[in-house]
């Protein structure tokens, strides 16, 4: 689901990047994924042949999970020679929610009510990809709805103001 997003994102600034999602440790969900042991075991891995990394991960109302990701950042940039960089970004709530962002959806749907819901998936990105009749595909949707939202790749970073930040970010 986030390949397309990222790609958009890169080509928006104006980078030219070959993007590798890691499969190989494949991080077995969010706990797996904020471990330092398990980033530091893929930065290990890879350090010669990447130049970016990135975590993104859902916040899941999780008033902690920045904090968590700053800790993250910190312990790559201490392992991380100069010219390479590790970024991690919580997704408010879902990265699902970007996804929805780069829709036309339902009008009696409020932007701010599916921004601020703690469970957006359920209640809404699913119902979309329902009606969307895209339900039964692999991942419930999930690859159909990115790849048309990253086409509305400057929309979702205006209703998503933590994707302008990553943005902003990678951009220095």
């Known amino acids: 689901m986030l390949r397309p997003l990222i790609e958009a994102m890169l080509r928006a600034i104006g980078k030219n990047a070959k993007i590798r999602v890691c499969t190989n440790p494949?991080?077995?969900?969010?706990h797996q994924a904020l471990r330092w042991d398990r980033?530091?075991?893929?930065?290990?891995?890879?350090?010669?042949?990447?130049?970016?990394f990135l975590l993104c991960v859902d916040r899941d109302g999780d008033p902690n999970r920045r904090q968590a990701l700053d800790n993250i950042e910190q312990n790559a940039a201490n392992?991380?020679?100069?010219?390479k960089q590790f970024l991690a970004e919580h997704a408010w709530q879902e990265i699902e929610v970007w996804v929805l962002a780069g829709h036309k959806l339902p009008a009696k749907w409020v932007w701010q009510t599916i921004r601020a819901d703690i469970h957006p998936k359920e209640l809404y990105f699913l119902p979309f990809a329902e009606q969307r009749?895209?339900?039964?595909?692999?991942?419930e949707g999930r690859k159909t709805l990115a790849q048309e939202a990253a086409g509305q790749y400057s929309r979702i970073r205006q209703l998503c103001p933590e994707v302008a930040a990553l943005e902003a970010r990678i951009s220095v």
């Open 26 to 30: 494949r991080l077995g969900g969010i």
């Open 133 to 139: 009749n895209l339900w039964n595909e692999p991942g």
């Open 79 to 83: 392992m991380l020679p100069p010219n």
């Open 39 to 52: 980033i530091e075991e893929i930065i290990d891995r890879y350090r010669g042949m990447v130049d970016l």
